[in-house]
């Protein structure tokens, strides 16, 4: 029956929706085309739950019931006059998130990873960074979330995850079946690849999206983010080191890494190694130079294609269904935005009764309780745009940048969910090893999401009050 409800919920719901008369909503004057979008919203929150298509499909699908219904070149019958219509959204701007900005950001970070891998940049750069953490179980430990911490600010932490536990499949193997090290070191890949993706724009894509709503006066450049996510993440991983320490401690005195390679001198190698360099550095430049992240993403995928390190084979292998995701995200949030539904629904409930910090906390909970159970994208693709919009009205209401703090405290909490196997693919390669249990996993994830969102309220706190924000 389970298996039955799942593709029935998310076709009844949003067809009952679609039925009700326009003065039933608790929304003020709502149009036909908020009333479209709210179900497309529904539509599309059911779809990424449940899961009865991929979460990329339904990202597509967003897309294409927009331009159908909702478009100003949609189906006809959609757009007959009416008083209740409402605002229809351009064709070419729901097309136009197919290659958005932040669409163009993550590709080239698929290419700078994608180039690395190939020419074993990752590896190598892992095996010189391990030397000087020696053979003493915690310490190699710290090394391993160290250098998985950093690969997942530049590289899918699903790739990054999935290299880091192959170079520690032979150290998991020399441990005894009941030594607790065991787990600890399994966990310390997954927990180290989600806590790293917040140091970046483009490590994790609820950032990208965030960055969506942050434009303006409220912009923040790649090197502006660094500035406070590096600090953030290098704080939490040394909490999640010492929590994982502290509930498995290793019975093995002496661990040994053995990572065999060397870097490649080749001349496409040399290329690689020079094009990653300049790009994170003109990424942390933004100010000097001029260029914005979007801008410079794109040196790496002109050079990479043209000297042939990336082929068309290799682009076979990027994650479009990553992209796919996030457009739709970026669809579904310029359809509330645009046909004036998040602002109005924002409007209809009295936010100016609570107290901010109400707002933010409660916000800040909600995601992370979503993102333990589904796609992390997918969670902030939600939320995002209504937060957005609250944001804005909470701007009076707060003494420094209301809709900063909000969207970031939010942002933040949508990577902090990693307590299940199912919570991020990182989570879900570990698990598969065999040598992690779903109760230890929530017990670490749960402790370090908590500790994670209290860390966020603090930092952006704290951000408030110097006025970075």
Same mark, same amino acid.
């Given at each position: 029956?389970?298996?039955?409800?799942?593709?029935?919920?998310?076709?009844?719901?949003?067809?009952?929706?679609?039925?009700?008369?326009?003065?039933?909503?608790?929304?003020?004057?709502?149009?036909?085309?908020?009333?479209?979008?709210?179900?497309?919203f529904?539509?599309?929150?059911?779809?990424?739950?449940?899961?009865?298509?991929?979460?990329?499909?339904?990202?597509?699908?967003?897309?294409?019931?927009?331009?159908?219904?909702?478009?100003?070149?949609?189906?006809?019958?959609?757009?007959?006059?009416?008083?209740?219509l409402?605002?229809l959204?351009?064709?070419?701007?729901?097309?136009?998130?197919?290659?958005?900005?932040?669409?163009?950001?993550? @590709?080239?970070?698929f290419?700078?990873? !994608? /180039?690395?891998?190939?020419?074993?940049?990752? =590896?190598? #750069? *892992?095996?010189?960074?391990?030397?000087?953490?020696?053979?003493?179980?915690?310490?190699?430990?710290?090394?391993?979330?160290?250098?998985?911490?950093?690969?997942?600010?530049?590289?899918?932490?699903?790739?990054?995850?999935?290299m880091?536990?192959?170079?520690?499949?032979?150290?998991?193997?020399?441990?005894?079946?009941?030594?607790?090290?065991?787990?600890?070191?399994?966990?310390?890949?997954?927990?180290?690849?989600?806590?790293?993706?917040?140091?970046?724009p483009?490590?994790?894509?609820?950032?990208?999206?965030?960055?969506?709503?942050?434009?303006?006066?409220? @912009?923040?450049?790649?090197?502006?983010? !660094? /500035?406070?996510?590096?600090?953030?993440v290098? =704080?939490? #991983? *040394?909490?999640s080191?010492?929590?994982?320490?502290?509930?498995?401690?290793?019975?093995?005195?002496?661990?040994?890494?053995?990572?065999?390679?060397?870097?490649?001198?080749?001349?496409?190698?040399?290329?690689?190694?020079?094009?990653?360099?300049?790009?994170?550095?003109?990424?942390?430049?933004?100010?000097?130079?001029g260029?914005?992240?979007?801008?410079?993403?794109?040196?790496?995928?002109?050079?990479?294609?043209?000297?042939?390190?990336?082929?068309?084979?290799?682009?076979?292998?990027?994650?479009?269904?990553?992209?796919?995701?996030?457009?739709?995200?970026?669809?579904?949030?310029?359809?509330?935005?645009?046909?004036?539904?998040?602002?109005?629904?924002?409007?209809?409930?009295?936010?100016?009764?609570f107290?901010?910090l109400?707002?933010?906390?409660?916000a800040?909970?909600?995601?992370?309780?979503?993102?333990?159970?589904?796609?992390?994208?997918?969670?902030?693709?939600?939320?995002?745009?209504?937060?957005?919009?609250?944001?804005?009205?909470?701007?009076?209401?707060?003494?420094?940048?209301?809709?900063?703090?909000?969207?970031?405290?939010?942002?933040?909490?949508a990577?902090?969910?990693?307590?299940?196997?199912?919570?991020?693919?990182?989570?879900?390669?570990?698990?598969?090893?065999?040598?992690?249990?779903?109760?230890?996993?929530?017990?670490?994830g749960?402790?370090?999401?908590?500790?994670?969102?209290l860390?966020?309220?603090?930092?952006?706190?704290?951000?408030?009050?110097?006025?970075?924000?």
């Amino acid at each position: 029956m389970k298996q039955y409800l799942k593709y029935l919920f998310p076709i009844l719901i949003p067809g009952i929706i679609l039925s009700l008369p326009l003065s039933w909503f608790p929304i003020e004057n709502i149009t036909l085309a908020e009333q479209r979008i709210i179900a497309i919203f529904v539509l599309a929150a059911l779809c990424w739950v449940l899961e009865p298509i991929p979460i990329y499909a339904t990202s597509v699908l967003i897309i294409v019931l927009e331009l159908l219904f909702v478009s100003d070149k949609g189906l006809w019958f959609t757009q007959q006059a009416s008083p209740d219509l409402g605002i229809l959204l351009s064709h070419k701007d729901i097309m136009a998130t197919f290659a958005s900005p932040i669409i163009m950001l993550f @590709l080239g970070g698929f290419f700078l990873a !994608m /180039a690395a891998t190939k020419y074993r940049l990752d =590896v190598n #750069l *892992a095996r010189v960074l391990l030397k000087p953490f020696g053979q003493q179980p915690k310490y190699v430990m710290l090394g391993l979330m160290m250098i998985t911490a950093v690969f997942s600010m530049f590289m899918s932490n699903t790739a990054t995850t999935a290299m880091m536990l192959a170079i520690l499949t032979p150290v998991l193997a020399v441990f005894a079946k009941d030594d607790l090290g065991k787990v600890g070191f399994a966990l310390a890949i997954p927990v180290a690849a989600n806590v790293g993706g917040i140091g970046t724009p483009i490590g994790t894509p609820p950032n990208a999206i965030a960055l969506k709503y942050l434009v303006g006066d409220k @912009l923040i450049t790649f090197g502006e983010w !660094m /500035a406070f996510g590096v600090p953030f993440v290098i =704080v939490l #991983l *040394a909490v999640s080191w010492f929590i994982l320490s502290r509930l498995f401690p290793a019975d093995t005195d002496n661990i040994e890494l053995t990572i065999k390679g060397r870097f490649l001198k080749t001349p496409q190698a040399i290329i690689v190694y020079c094009t990653f360099t300049l790009t994170i550095l003109l990424w942390l430049m933004g100010g000097i130079h001029g260029m914005n992240a979007y801008v410079v993403a794109l040196i790496p995928v002109a050079v990479f294609s043209v000297t042939k390190i990336i082929t068309k084979e290799d682009l076979k292998k990027i994650s479009w269904d990553v992209l796919w995701l996030v457009s739709g995200g970026i669809a579904l949030g310029l359809g509330l935005e645009k046909t004036g539904l998040a602002a109005n629904a924002v409007a209809a409930i009295p936010f100016g009764d609570f107290s901010p910090l109400v707002i933010i906390g409660g916000a800040s909970v909600l995601c992370l309780l979503m993102a333990n159970f589904m796609s992390h994208t997918a969670t902030a693709n939600l939320l995002m745009p209504i937060v957005a919009a609250l944001g804005l009205s909470m701007h009076s209401l707060l003494p420094y940048g209301g809709q900063v703090a909000l969207i970031l405290c939010v942002t933040f909490a949508a990577s902090l969910g990693m307590s299940l196997p199912i919570s991020t693919p990182p989570n879900a390669l570990a698990h598969a090893s065999g040598h992690i249990n779903t109760k230890q996993m929530a017990k670490v994830g749960a402790s370090i999401g908590v500790i994670g969102l209290l860390m966020t309220f603090a930092m952006v706190y704290l951000l408030t009050v110097i006025g970075f924000i």
